[in-house]
């Protein structure tokens, strides 16, 4: 029998040499207070919380003396050392030698750290594995008896009014209602919020009625999602889904033009097509090709229809957890309307399809009205892309029709938010180790979040937390600053998760907090401002380096305008800080495979190494190595002689951009298919490059290819 517990945890207790189902409590006068009942008379074994009775020990016991309930207080432990005190009892911890008092005191177990040892321990927490449940915790609608008091679900905190506690979830008792937040009932028959089932939104031109949005003004139809007139409406001329390629519909007729698409519309063109192989503009002489509403039956005037279709964030392999009303998914509308594109999911570099890389939007593929995007890999690991509508984003407008946003950085009109449910979803690292696992990092539900989906620029708005600056650690969009958003480690890859704002370039988006910036490292951010080649040497190097004002493990990047000595003259992103102490500027290296990362093998100071692999250097042919090299090795504040070392030159890339290059004689000396060329004036030391001019920048067994009209190739075998 071992010693028994009912106060607030963390002290230290006298161990009975008699054992004893109470423990005492040393108070600084010398007296030792009996902290619990001992237990019934009925005999050993009676735990206070468990069986009700009465102890044989008066309301203290004598000092060096703890209570067993069926004698009364006895004599705890003597003991010379901490090893008399060691015993097999799986409900005493840190046991040890008094030296004041010569008597062994030990620790409550306390699993899970609420200041409550378990029932089995004489304590009254019913699950010591969980710290919020215990004689302290707060009932909830769980099927869990979360205050111990030995009934489940008795008087729930979390069910709202007009609902009750039913098998562990909260439902609400009047009919038509449902429970879709956690703080009320909403009637599913006319909210519009939350029409015919939870999180179904109506759009700004409906209202709901009888669980069903319908158009409220007059001469509107409902096509799709969107009320639209039928007279009028270009894209729904006197019917849904027929499309005035004149852009021009009246009286619901189509003006100049016949209604419908050409012949043959919706079928995907083959790879031969006279349009796509003459390189003819797809919109070239007629409205934009790229997002207009489209059915699947109308098809587009050129181009593929990608259909509106139901669908749901979360599904049954990906619940969403935590979800009001005990759902597991959202219902969503994908493509509202049916959306018009010239490319739907086409490999880079086949034919038709557009280029996300190209110099100008012009030339990407799309057409002037449209935008190229990478839009994942196919099934054998190709990218593939998708041409959208062009746009120019703005703060508080949108120049995209319903049911799209102008997304920050793309450019480009793609779907909104359709829901604030959907807002408060974010993906929760359940295991704490960085990396997605499925099956284990759920979707979740935040309650804490107040993002609402404005349905004005189709994006999430967030209050943000207050004092949040760009830069904090984070893992959910709550956390951040007003209308920011948290590139968690999950989801990003930055380490610890990164507070962020896209879109700071716009009036009304500007980055909160001092030592915040809005620097653009392919689309404008709000980052932790730093100052470039600041930190001490010390932290220059080695995994645990940083640039100053930065985390650990983030680089501070030069905003490319500001010289050295200005504050803020570039922002922390994540850096490449690793193991790597000795320069190896011009050494080859590879990834190995799709979990292998390369710059792990190149010397990193700053952050700022980098192994440039035949993917990252592009051109054809591919190169059959990638090499180490050091970017921005000419940024200001930073010596040059430490990146790229004695045997290594600093190389102007064009506008802003540098990198170390090894020094070369000969190609020999160089990585395979690499060249030793010419890099700056032809007194200087040559270095190996990518690109040759001349057989002579080869090895023996190469040669310099030069595709026509350019200056430049690429070695390649004889």
């Not at 539900?445 to 949040?468: I, K």
């Not at 500007?510 to 470039?532: H, N």
């Not at 030391?685 to 067994?701: K, L």
Request: proline residues 7%; charged residues 20%; aromatic residues 4%.
């Amino acid at each position: 029998m071992r010693p028994s517990w009912d106060g607030d945890g963390g002290d230290t207790v006298t161990k009975s040499e008699t054992s004893c189902c109470g423990f005492s409590i040393v108070l600084a006068v010398g007296v030792v207070v009996l902290a619990a009942s001992c237990g019934g008379r009925e005999g050993r074994g009676v735990r206070p919380g468990v069986d009700a009775g009465t102890s044989a020990c008066p309301l203290t016991c004598p000092m060096g003396t703890t209570c067993d309930p069926t004698v009364g207080c006895v004599g705890s432990s003597a003991c010379a050392t901490s090893s008399d005190c060691v015993d097999t009892d799986a409900c005493t911890e840190t046991e040890r030698c008094d030296p004041a008092s010569r008597r062994c005191v030990y620790s409550p177990l306390d699993g899970d750290g609420d200041g409550e040892p378990p029932v089995v321990c004489g304590g009254r927490d019913c699950d010591d594995a969980d710290p919020s449940v215990g004689t302290r915790g707060t009932e909830s609608c769980d099927l869990r008896d979360n205050d111990c008091d030995g009934v489940v679900d008795d008087e729930p905190t979390d069910c709202p009014a007009g609902s009750r506690c039913t098998a562990g979830a909260c439902e609400c008792t009047t009919p038509g209602f449902e429970l879709c937040s956690f703080d009320a009932c909403a009637d599913t028959r006319s909210d519009p919020e939350n029409c015919g089932s939870c999180f179904r939104r109506c759009d700004s031109t409906t209202t709901c009625v009888a669980g069903e949005c319908v158009c409220s003004g007059a001469g509107l139809t409902l096509c799709g999602t969107t009320c639209v007139d039928l007279s009028s409406d270009p894209s729904h001329c006197g019917s849904c889904g027929t499309f005035c390629s004149s852009g021009s519909c009246a009286t619901g007729v189509c003006d100049g033009f016949d209604a419908g698409p050409p012949p043959d519309a919706g079928a995907r063109p083959d790879a031969g097509s006279v349009l796509r192989d003459a390189g003819v503009r797809v919109d070239a002489g007629a409205p934009c090709a790229q997002g207009v509403p489209c059915t699947p039956d109308r098809g587009c005037s050129i181009g593929e229809c990608i259909a509106e279709t139901a669908g749901t964030i979360g599904d049954a392999t990906d619940p969403i957890s935590g979800l009001p009303g005990g759902a597991t998914t959202i219902p969503t509308t994908n493509w509202v309307g049916g959306y018009c594109t010239t490319d739907l999911a086409l490999p880079v570099g086949t034919a038709g399809a557009c280029d996300p890389d190209a110099p100008t939007d012009v030339d990407d593929g799309c057409g002037t009205c449209g935008q190229c995007a990478a839009a994942g890999e196919d099934a054998s690991g190709r990218t593939v892309t998708l041409c959208l509508a062009a746009c120019t984003p703005a703060a508080t407008t949108n120049p995209c029709r319903a049911g799209y946003t102008c997304q920050f950085g793309l450019d480009a009109c793609v779907p909104g938010c359709g829901s604030d449910t959907e807002c408060r979803v974010y993906r929760r690292d359940n295991n704490a180790n960085g990396i997605y696992d499925p099956g284990v990092d759920l979707l979740t539900y935040d309650p804490l979040s107040s993002a609402t989906c404005n349905m004005t620029t189709g994006r999430c708005d967030q209050p943000g937390a207050v004092g949040a600056v760009a830069g904090i650690a984070c893992t959910r969009d709550a956390q951040c600053e007003a209308n920011g958003e948290c590139f968690a480690e999950i989801a990003y890859g930055w380490d610890g998760g990164y507070c962020t704002k896209r879109g700071c370039d716009l009036v009304g988006r500007a980055c909160a907090g001092a030592g915040s910036v809005c620097q653009d490292i392919g689309v404008p951010l709000c980052l932790r401002g730093c100052d470039v080649g600041a930190e001490p040497v010390a932290d220059r190097l080695g995994v645990a380096g940083h640039g100053a004002g930065c985390r650990a493990g983030y680089k501070c990047l030069w905003n490319e305008i500001d010289g050295a000595g200005v504050p803020n003259n570039g922002a922390c992103i994540p850096g490449n800080y690793n193991a790597i102490v000795t320069n190896n500027v011009g050494a080859a290296c590879n990834s190995t495979g799709p979990t292998d990362d390369p710059d792990a093998r190149c010397y990193s100071p700053f952050g700022y190494g980098r192994c440039l692999t035949p993917a990252l250097w592009g051109g054809t042919p591919a190169l059959p190595s990638g090499m180490c090299t050091i970017l921005n090795c000419a940024a200001p504040g930073i010596d040059t002689a430490m990146p790229c070392g004695p045997s290594g030159q600093c190389v102007s890339l064009g506008g802003t951009l540098t990198a170390c290059f090894a020094n070369c004689t000969t190609a020999a000396t160089c990585p395979t298919g690499y060249a030793c060329g010419e890099v700056g004036l032809p007194t200087d030391p040559h270095a190996c490059v990518p690109n040759c001019a001349a057989d002579g920048d080869c090895t023996v067994d190469r040669r310099c290819q030069i595709p026509v009209g350019e200056l430049v190739g690429r070695c390649v075998l004889r």
